[in-house]
């Protein structure tokens, strides 16, 4: 198996240089989150960038575990196989701690993705996440956003500045030098770090099919109930999805490239079943893979509004 992913690398990119660089810059950056800050956290979605981040702080600290916490912000309305995914690698296998932080209030008063339209990602993802971090005086916060997804995440540095109330100014960053990262802040301020500020979503499968990184089945190409809605194929993944008076879920072999809620992530269609077929898939394909994020299509910098009011 590993000399057939060696050779199927080979073929793609011709040498892995380039990701054992991308792979010691990262683990830089979080060794050094571990030395400058009191008490950082890693937030994990339990996607494949998230997925990568937590492999390599199991590598940046080897033989210890990370030593910071994982923090889910679970909205109620995730795949089952995402929450099936965290409670069986990240908790029972790797025997890591994982918060998983609800809006407890938000559930109470019945926020869900149809009814709430854009009030939705507020309640269930910003606002809750703004509360953990308080909740638990977490001072940074590693994520696994990366430059080439969206152009308002191309603005952010690797050490992303947060005001006391989690607000993000883009027109207010300090400089970063090559590697030299500032981690200076105010007691009340807080950072956002994103060791994959570098990678691309190509490097991200490449690295994952060479370093065999364990990921949600979700992105995986198969047989999957759909309904198609608007410009979106959207998974009927639980008995809670609301179809339309003329819509009837039809049987599609589809894949996702990028996972949020489910009701409102598009799965594309695709026959890539295995990570060398993802990956042969990444060096044709010309569409972003946020295409299928709902929330992104609101209006035109959506992203950037709800970054700055603290979105991830």
């Known amino acids: ?14 040498s892995t240089t380039h990701l054992k660089r991308l792979e010691s810059e990262s683990i830089h950056i979080l060794r050094e989150v571990a030395a400058e800050f009191d008490n950082p956290a890693i937030l994990y979605s339990i ?58 209030q938000g559930v109470r008063d019945g926020i869900n993705p149809f009814d709430h339209g854009r009030n939705y990602t507020d309640i269930m993802r910003t606002q809750p996440l703004k509360a953990a971090l308080n909740y638990y005086k977490f001072d940074a916060a590693i994520g696994g956003g990366r430059r080439d997804e969206e152009k308002s995440r191309a603005k952010e540095r690797v050490f992303s500045f947060r005001d006391p109330n989690h607000r993000w100014d883009p027109r207010n960053q300090r400089p970063e030098l090559w590697n030299l990262f500032n981690t200076w802040k105010h007691a009340g301020e807080s950072m956002r770090v994103f060791p994959l500020s570098n990678w691309t979503e190509l490097d991200v499968w490449q690295y994952i099919m060479l370093e065999q990184v364990p990921i949600v089945p979700l992105y995986f190409a198969k047989e999957r109930d759909v309904v198609r809605r608007g410009e979106d194929l959207i998974v009927v993944d639980d008995e809670r999805m609301r179809l339309e008076p003329d819509e009837r879920p039809e049987r599609m072999k589809v894949r996702f490239r990028t ?17 060398e077929d993802i990956v042969e898939e990444m060096l044709t394909t010309r569409i972003s893979e946020r295409q299928g994020r709902a929330i992104d299509r609101e209006e035109s910098a959506a992203m950037e509004r709800k970054k700055r009011e603290g979105y991830f």
């Open 47 to 104: 996607g494949k960038d998230s997925s990568v981040i937590l492999h390599l702080a199991r590598k940046a600290f080897f033989p210890s575990k990370p030593p910071m916490p994982l923090v889910h912000i679970d909205s109620t309305w995730e795949f089952r196989e995402v929450i099936e995914f965290r409670e069986q690698y990240a908790r029972r296998e790797l025997g890591l701690k994982v918060i998983a932080h609800v809006n407890d």
């Open 259 to 275: 996972l949020g809620c489910y009701p409102v992530t598009g799965a594309i269609k695709s026959n890539a079943e295995t990570i």
């Open 1 to 14: 198996m590993a000399n057939s992913i060696t050779a199927s690398m080979q073929r793609t990119t011709g």
